[in-house]
């Protein structure tokens, strides 16, 4: 092309058609460029995490002030159903915002255990947390309180339920709640 000792032409500037990718403008910086990769990493991370988390270990960003500690401590007998070998207890435990409409629908005998929360509707705030505790065994959890809530309700599917024992209701007034859960019902654990 060109032969020897002829002097080669200045590039010339690129018109207004040309395609950017050959402009001469800088290329971004090797941090700029890296950022671009992270930020998506790290925004999936992120939610992943989030999905993993359990929601009740999860602070309320607002209102909320306070924290709700519930224990339950099955005992040998635990769910017995009357034939004298206990079995796992399945435990719900939430709060509601309306204490008088919960147990309308607690008390009615005609409500299977997986219609109760869909037929307190909104009443019940936030998603109900579920567990099992084994015979002889504690569990206990750590709710943050709902500003709206007025009381948080502890559930036992009890195979032989009797009387209202199979759930315990108690104000979010109060910071802890420890029961018992017996063959039919639950009791009150007592102070030590």
């Known amino acids: 092309m060109f032969a020897s000792?002829?002097?080669?032409?200045?590039?010339?500037?690129?018109t207004a058609n040309e395609s950017r990718a050959y402009s001469r403008s800088s290329?971004?910086?090797?941090?700029?460029?890296?950022?671009?990769?992270?930020?998506?990493?790290?925004?999936?991370?992120?939610?992943?995490?989030?999905?993993?988390?359990?929601?009740?270990a999860i602070p309320?960003?607002?209102?909320?002030?306070g924290k709700v500690k519930v224990t339950?401590?099955?005992?040998?007998?635990?769910?017995?159903?009357g034939s004298g070998t206990a079995s796992a207890l399945k435990l719900r435990?939430?709060?509601v915002a309306d204490e008088a409409a919960l147990r309308t629908v607690l008390n009615n005998k005609g409500l299977g255990w997986s219609k109760q929360i869909d037929a307190a509707g909104a009443n019940v705030l936030g998603k109900p947390l579920e567990d099992f505790v084994a015979p002889g065994a504690t569990k206990e959890?750590?709710?943050?309180?709902?500003?709206?809530a007025t009381v948080v309700v502890v559930e036992g599917n009890f195979c032989k339920r009797t009387g209202a024992g199979w759930y315990w209701?108690?104000?979010?007034?109060?910071?802890?709640?420890?029961?018992t859960a017996g063959a039919t019902s639950f009791t009150l654990t007592p102070e030590k």
Request: proline share 10%; charged share 20%.
């Open 60 to 65: 309320m960003p607002f209102g909320g002030k």
């Open 141 to 148: 959890w750590v709710l943050p309180k709902d500003p709206k």
């Open 27 to 56: 290329m971004p910086s090797l941090l700029t460029r890296i950022s671009r990769l992270v930020r998506p990493a790290l925004a999936m991370w992120l939610l992943a995490g989030l999905a993993v988390w359990p929601a009740h």
């Open 93 to 95: 435990v939430f709060m």
């Open 5 to 14: 000792g002829e002097l080669r032409e200045r590039c010339k500037p690129l």
């Open 72 to 81: 339950v401590t099955a005992a040998a007998d635990c769910n017995n159903c």
């Open 169 to 179: 209701i108690q104000p979010v007034k109060q910071k802890s709640l420890k029961l």
